[in-house]
């Protein structure tokens, strides 16, 4: 549970005297906004405007899709102004059902009735917190890989009272597909169901497992549901689509867990943020897999009226604004498509740049793993991460995320390469170095 200490210790209620926001992503966050003049924190994707917009100005922007501002900037009042509907704009909801289809085919054809119309939500944040509540009581066990947003320990622990379980998420450079099957399978001896987290490509690690590694996952889960237990896949696939290496699968294992087995149910979070670069609209839907044995419309019904029930007890509604422009964004999916494509051919290019200025860096330095997403997490060795994060902001004034887990042996910085320039990776990675071997040595 994140820790801290209460002013009043009599004043709030039993399991929340000790939350507090956690010293992490938005402390480097801060600091670096103020002291760097190269900001490696900010987890949303940045390039120079000329790069993806038809202009010739070299200004340093928030990526965004050009055909979404201009729906937004267009739209009739009655797509603005009004509430929208508990869970969501219909219209919108079965757009999106659709390019989830669209998604899916590329790892599996997927048949209409057996994916769920999206409930809509403020957020992924959000569909973990209603699901992971929706699925567990306060006290029990939602698995995780060890490497995870920070974000899962204050929603899990911090505000379910649940209790986190973690597996590795490597071994060497490959995934750790065994850890994650006797993680699967203790659950299940243990509490007779399973609740698990999967987030690929990863935050933090920017890793997306590939066929081989997928198969796998598919039949650890497979064996413990055909062992009896119920297995609860919650696939946060909140940058579902970003994959740099043409050797992986370009889109979510979600696919491949649909009616897999009658004990096997998946559920998909996506959304708009990374999707649609569309960070401050916060929409975010979830989808579930369903079955074809039984009755699936009924399933579905049940599903969204509990969600809705959770929607309509904490935050009414979501942006109506948000959904209508999405919505008529998916009537032109193929310029979309290209404008996003453009956006993921930069940032795949700073991937490949930083692959490559990765493996000619300090032997203290490890990179996890990765072919995807939106950063690279640097196992260090020979100083602490705090130390070496706050070094590189008062030395060479390079912000990065520091972690530091002693009881999951994390000591590491991730690396936000979205929102940092191709041309400024070589000064990112050379101070890294410079302060890692400083600080190791003691010659700072």
Not at 83 to 107: H, N, T
Not at 322 to 350: F, M, T, Y
Not at 364 to 390: I, K, M, Q, T
Not at 402 to 418: F, K, T
């Amino acid at each position: 549970m994140p820790r801290g200490a209460s002013t009043d210790t009599g004043l709030f209620a039993d399991g929340f005297r000790d939350l507090t926001l956690p010293r992490g992503i938005f402390y480097w966050l801060g600091r670096a906004k103020k002291e760097a003049e190269l900001n490696a924190t900010i987890g949303s994707a940045m390039a120079r405007a000329r790069d993806f917009l038809d202009t010739d100005s070299t200004d340093v922007i928030t990526c965004f899709l050009p055909a979404v501002h201009e729906i937004v900037k267009n739209l009739p009042s009655e797509s603005i102004y009004p509430y929208a509907p508990i869970a969501g704009l219909p219209e919108f909801r079965r757009k999106w059902k659709k390019w989830v289809l669209q998604k899916a085919a590329a790892r599996r054809p997927l048949h209409d009735e057996l994916v769920s119309t999206p409930v809509v939500v403020p957020g992924v944040t959000v569909g973990l917190h209603f699901l992971c509540r929706l699925f567990l009581s306060p006290g029990e066990t939602v698995l995780c890989s060890d490497l995870r947003w920070e974000n899962y320990d204050l929603i899990l622990e911090g505000i379910l009272g649940l209790k986190v379980v973690s597996f590795n998420l490597f071994d060497g450079d490959r995934m750790d597909v065994a850890a994650f099957s006797t993680a699967l399978k203790d659950a299940a001896r243990r509490d007779g169901r399973v609740v698990v987290i999967l987030n690929f490509p990863n935050n933090p690690s920017g890793y997306m497992p590939d066929g081989a590694e997928s198969e796998k996952i598919r039949a650890a889960a497979l064996e413990t549901a055909d062992a009896g237990a119920k297995v609860i896949l919650i696939f946060d696939d909140a940058y579902d689509g970003y994959v740099y290496d043409p050797a992986v699968p370009r889109y979510s294992p979600f696919a491949d867990f649909v009616n897999l087995h009658p004990n096997v149910f998946p559920f998909k979070l996506d959304g708009l943020s990374k999707e649609f670069l569309f960070y401050g609209g916060r929409v975010a839907c979830v989808t579930a897999g369903l079955h074809d044995t039984g009755n699936p419309g009924e399933r579905e019904r049940t599903l969204e009226d509990k969600l809705a029930a959770f929607i309509r007890g904490t935050l009414s509604n979501s942006p109506h604004l948000v959904q209508s422009a999405a919505a008529r964004a998916l009537d032109v999916n193929d310029k979309v498509s290209e404008e996003r494509e453009k956006i993921r051919r930069i940032i795949g290019d700073r991937w490949y740049s930083l692959s490559r200025l990765m493996r000619e860096s300090s032997p203290r330095l490890a990179p996890a793993p990765f072919n995807s997403g939106f950063f690279c997490h640097v196992n260090v060795s020979g100083v602490r991460a705090f130390e070496l994060a706050d070094h590189m902001l008062k030395t060479h004034r390079v912000g990065v995320v520091a972690s530091e887990i002693p009881q999951l042996g994390i000591n590491a910085v991730r690396i936000a390469y979205c929102s940092v320039l191709a041309e400024d990776l070589p000064r990112l990675v050379e101070s890294l170095k410079d302060s890692t071997d400083s600080l190791a040595s003691g010659t700072f």
